[in-house]
């Protein structure tokens, strides 16, 4: 069985602040790992993916990858209250196996 | 381009009717998702299409939960029998392939009374 952790939170932060979100898979031979944002009764919205080792920017946002240590991290410069939302984590193993989605953080940011 | 489309956006229904919900991918993209998502709740991974193969149907709840998709494009998602459980959020996915990152239609809200 797969497994992707993420701390359910929620995880204040204030506004300007960096927010650091955490993710944790079993499997040790995954490929790709993607950050999504959810919203409330919105759908699933991709931020970033990210497929080698090390630090990807885009904006705002960081997202760090550690396959010897199975995790991958998102992080969030100068949050706004716009960011408040949870964030699903999201591993797929390759092979044309199914991806694996967290259970989400929910992010608050606090004006 | 045009995105995931899913139809209806609602659906209510009673106890015991069958449901049909549809979803039309991303032009090209092998890959195809079923997730459903109670309120509050995290995305529960019901069915996983990829091009010609076989479906992954590992997160069916129960044999009242079909799905098929065909020609490689279009799904639709069939349950059977409805039950007051089976009340949320129905979303369906989409990508180029397996390791390419997902894109979300709007979703089905489904409510059985």
């Known amino acids: 069985q797969k497994e992707v952790e993420q701390n359910s939170g929620p995880l204040s932060v204030p506004e300007g602040a960096i927010a650091s979100l955490n993710c944790t898979y079993s499997?040790?031979?995954?490929?790709?790992f993607f950050w999504y944002r959810q919203y409330s009764g919105k759908s699933p919205e991709l931020i970033m993916s990210i497929y080698s080792n090390g630090d990807k920017e885009d904006g705002r946002f960081t997202a760090q990858l550690n396959k010897a240590s199975q995790y991958v991290s998102l992080l969030i410069r100068d949050s706004q209250p716009s960011d408040s939302a949870t964030y699903l984590c999201?591993?797929?193993?390759?092979?044309?196996?199914?991806?694996?989605f967290g259970t989400g953080t929910k992010l608050q940011v606090i004006p | 381009g045009a995105g995931v489309s899913q139809s209806p956006s609602n659906k209510v229904t009673e106890k015991g009717k069958d449901v049909e919900l549809r979803c039309d991918p991303i032009?090209?993209?092998?890959?195809l998702y079923w997730y459903r998502q109670s309120l509050g709740q995290g995305l529960e991974f019901l069915i996983y299409?990829?091009?010609?193969?076989?479906?992954?149907k590992s997160g069916l709840p129960s044999d009242r939960f079909s799905a098929e998709r065909t020609g490689g494009s279009v799904s639709t998602l069939t349950i059977q029998r409805t039950q007051q459980e089976d009340s949320a959020v129905y979303l369906c996915a989409s990508s180029l392939d397996a390791d390419n990152e997902q894109f979300f239609g709007p979703g089905t809200r489904l409510t059985v009374l």
């Open positions: 299409f990829q091009g010609n193969s076989a479906p992954d």
């Open positions: 032009s090209g993209h092998t890959a």
């Open positions: 499997d040790r031979g995954s490929q790709s």
């Open positions: 999201a591993v797929n193993a390759g092979g044309y196996q199914k991806v694996t």
